[in-house]
T-cell receptor, first 112, second 112 residues
């Protein structure tokens, strides 16, 4: 079946790096996504990675994909207070690729 | 420009009211989506439109009625809702159904 899991909470100090982890089960997923949601707002697409890639870097964001272990991570360098939000990882569900399968979300708190 | 707009931002309605939510995108995307998000949960897919035709209905009650008048607009008509339908309703669009999805800011709906 399709399942995406994330840890619920992460707290870091401003200026440190944050690493948010995600595991998924559907090996036929072609894309994996990271979305950011601030309170009361919609989801902002941060970045995504094609399943045949190992890594993708975009400014302060680095995505690592371990396809063998079905593990995805998002590293945010030099974390700022404005990065405080809920981060969702998502996969497009293989045969049901119209559908995003979301994790439960990781709440990132950045302490000054 | 990766912008999806939604109106209204907030909506309060009684259980006997009829109201509509509106979503618009001008990115030339041919797939549009409605999601429902309850507090502290990930979004749940409701409907998918592809080339202005309804392609997926995720077993949504008939008191929710989607409509896609043209390739840029998506409506969600609401009638005889229940208090448990109170949630954030998110619209999204993507170039095609298996590509990355861009979300709007959402409509916060309260049913009294």
């Amino acid at each position: 079946g399709e399942d995406v899991e994330q840890s619920l909470f992460l707290s870091v100090r401003e200026g440190d790096s944050s690493v948010i982890n995600c595991t998924y089960t559907d090996s036929s997923s072609t894309y994996l996504y990271w979305y950011k949601q601030e309170p009361g707002a919609g989801l902002q697409l941060l970045t995504y990675i094609f399943s045949n890639m190992d890594m993708k870097q975009d400014q302060r964001l680095t995505v690592l994909l371990n396809k063998k272990d079905k593990h995805l991570s998002l590293r945010i360098a030099d974390t700022q207070t404005g990065d405080s939000a809920i981060y969702f990882c998502a996969e497009n569900g293989g045969d049901s690729s119209y559908k995003l399968i979301f994790g439960s979300g990781t709440r990132l708190l950045v302490r000054p | 420009d990766t912008e999806v707009t939604q109106t209204p931002k907030h909506l309060v309605m009684g259980m006997t009211n009829k109201k509509s939510l509106k979503c618009e995108q001008h990115m030339g995307h041919r797939a549009m989506y409605w999601y429902k998000q309850k507090a502290k949960k990930p979004p749940e897919l409701m409907f998918v439109y592809s080339y202005e035709k309804l392609s997926i209905n995720e077993s949504v009650p008939s008191r929710f009625s989607p409509e896609c008048p043209n390739s840029s607009l998506l409506n969600l008509h609401l009638h005889a809702l229940q208090p448990e339908d109170s949630a954030l309703y998110l619209c999204a669009s993507s170039p095609l159904t298996h590509y990355e999805q861009y979300f709007g800011p959402g409509t916060r709906l309260t049913v009294t």
